[in-house]
C-alpha cells in the first residue's frame, strides 16, 4: 500500500522542518470511491481551517493576473466562498463546481504550452483544504512522488512539425503521463527513480524543476483536499500483464508521521490541535515536501 513519512527534523541545529518524503510502495492503490456530489460535500463536517491565512492566499490569487478567464473567475469565487462563514457556504458549492471544471480544461491546456506558469497558478494548498471536496476534487492533482521519468528522441519527417523530445512520468500505481519541464529539468536525462513534483491533470502534468517543495505557513498536514487524485491508469491482469485504461479517483493515503530527525535524534512534535489532529504550520516552522 502506498503511503508518504511526514518527518519533523533539525539540520545543522539551524533548521526545525516537517518533510514529506514518499516511500515506495508495495502494491497499487485500490480503487478510491466516486467523486463526491455537491449534497455530500456540503453535509460532511468541516476540517480544521486556518481560515485567515486561506483568505489572505486566496486574495493574493484573485489580485494576480492569469491571462486566464477561467482561472480568474475561478479564483474570485473562491475569495468569495473562504470569507463566508461555513454556515452559509453551502450556497456557492454548486457554482465553484462548474467553475473548476472550466478552469480543468484550461489548466490542461496550459500545462502542454507553458509548464511554469501553470505550476505559479495551480490553486494553493491552504485555499484547497478550506473549499468543499466536490470542488478540490476538480482541480488538479497535486504530484510529489518518486518514478520514473523517460526521455525520448524523437526524429521530425520531412514537413511535419515534431517536437525534438517526448517525456513521460509513470508512477508505481500505473499512471502514466506525458510530461512537460522548464528549467532544470530540461536537462534530465531517462531516470529509474526520479524526484517529481508537479501537478497533473488527466494524461498531462507539470513538472516543477524543484525537487521539493516549500510548504506555506498555513498548510494542514495530510488535508485531504491536497491528496485528491484523478489518475488515470494503465491497470494490469493477476499476470501483470496490461489490461487496459482505467480512471481511479478519491483521496490518496495519508502520510505517516515521523517526529524524531533520523540524524540528529532531536524530537519535533507535528504541530497538532486540543483533538490531536494535525494543525496548520505554523510561520516560523520550516516546512518542505519532497519524494
Known sequence: MKFFRLTLFVVAALLVGVFL??????????????????????????????????RQAAGREVGRETGSAALDAFNKWAARYVALPENVRAKLVDEGIALASARRTEMRTMIVSDPR?????????????????AVAERLEERVNEAAFFGVLGAVPMEGVETPAYRREVMTDDGGRYRAFVYGAKLALQTTERASIVGIAVDDVMAVDERPLRVVEPGEIPNHPNNLTRRRTVMAKDADGFVSGRELREGVGNAR?????CPVSGIESPAPRNADGAFDAVAPRQPVVEAE
Open 256 to 260: 505517516a508521521v515521523i517526529e524524531v
Open 117 to 133: 506558469r501553470a505550476l505559479e497558478n495551480a490553486v494553493p494548498p491552504v485555499v484547497r483544504q478550506e473549499l468543499p471536496r
Open 21 to 54: 518524503l514518499r516511500s515506495k510502495p508495495e502494491s497499487p492503490q485500490p480503487v478510491a470511491p466516486a467523486m463526491a456530489t455537491p449534497e455530500l460535500a456540503a453535509s460532511v463536517p468541516a476540517w480544521p481551517v486556518a481560515a485567515p491565512v486561506a
